[in-house]
């Protein structure tokens, strides 16, 4: 069913710095801007759903404490604090002193580039900031319009393990470490340039980074709810930075990825919880696959592991170019029998069959 206005309605009206529709810009998506509108106002994004807050999200980080997997979580914090607590007063210190080097707004975003990608980011994008994908509460963390969004590469070698149910373990937290410490240090560089900013962290949930890396030309929707890129399929974490600098726009693009995601479904059907739905829907104005969060995270955090939307999905197995020649040639997805057929390392059956119990 439909939102709809009512009277007496209790609507927040949202900050739009947005004067374009990027979200329209995207090839082939079917989407109600005026519904997404309405949504953002009267019902908008929170941070944690309210059945994630609980005790699954504190038995977690207990559980990852006594199997020693905590030390991976650890040294992703100190960017996180950092962010919260020390970025404004760095910023307004560094603005100040540098304010005689701000360069043309081209320029900026090139050497943004170069230097991100010196970062480890390897994917990097400009867009407008959507504050329709912004947490309830969290517009005063993206102070500026413009975007710069950055996708740091998870390993691979990592994630073609997952999901090990026997090691329980997640395949790579330390993307959260590099990708947290390298969008600092590629902000101070932005401040150095004379150019206030503000930087958020991928171990951050303030802002929806999926439809942000889509309008910033650097992917396209996948059909597990992430981003799939050409250069790594789904493998990726998404940073952004808002900058008060009039950068040139990127734009998103059909690169077919889209399209082949619907042929393969892989996804969907290997998917331990069955979070992915077999079909699209209508949710918040967009029709798309809707990810059942709760199933995912009552899998993930009883299992310490998964990823396995990731590690099935041949553009990360074998690469974007070669999945998509082999498809446009044969018709066919790239390893899809072999993949399917994979079993998992389950550490008991029975175990498994009781946990999916509760997530069905």
Known sequence: MRLRRYR?????????????????????????????????????????????????????VVTHHRREVLTEILPAVPALVYMETMQDRVDAYMVKKYAGNRPDPARLKQDIKDRAASLGFALCGVTLLDRRFVVDGGDDHFPYPRAVVLGMEMRREWLMQAPNYRLRRYPDYDVYRRAGGAVHRLANFIRRQGVSCSARVAFNGAVVYPVHAITAGLGELGAF??????????????????????????GPADRGLAGFCEKCLLCAAKCPAKAIP???????????????????????????????????????????????????????????????AEKPMYRKTRDLEALLDLVR
């Open 278 to 340: 077999e079909r699209p829907m209508w949710w918040r104005g967009v029709y798309k696959r809707k990810i059942n969060d709760l199933k995912c995270w009552a899998f993930f955090t009883g299992w310490h592991t998964c990823a396995v939307c990731i590690n099935v999905c041949p553009l990360h197995r074998f690469g974007p170019r070669e999945v998509l020649e082999h498809y446009e040639k044969t018709g066919e997805v790239l390893g899809y029998e072999e993949i399917k």
């Open 225 to 250: 709810g992430g981003v799939i890129t050409p250069e790594f399929g789904p493998r990726q974490r998404w940073c952004m930075i808002t900058v008060d600098a009039e950068l040139p726009l990127d």
């Open 8 to 60: 007496g309605q209790h609507v927040r009206f949202r900050p739009n710095d947005v004067a374009e529709d990027r979200v329209a810009l995207i090839p082939n998506l079917e989407y109600r801007p005026e519904e997404l509108n309405l949504y953002s106002e009267v019902d908008p994004l929170q941070e944690n759903v309210p059945p994630l807050r609980g005790n699954n999200t504190l038995r977690y």
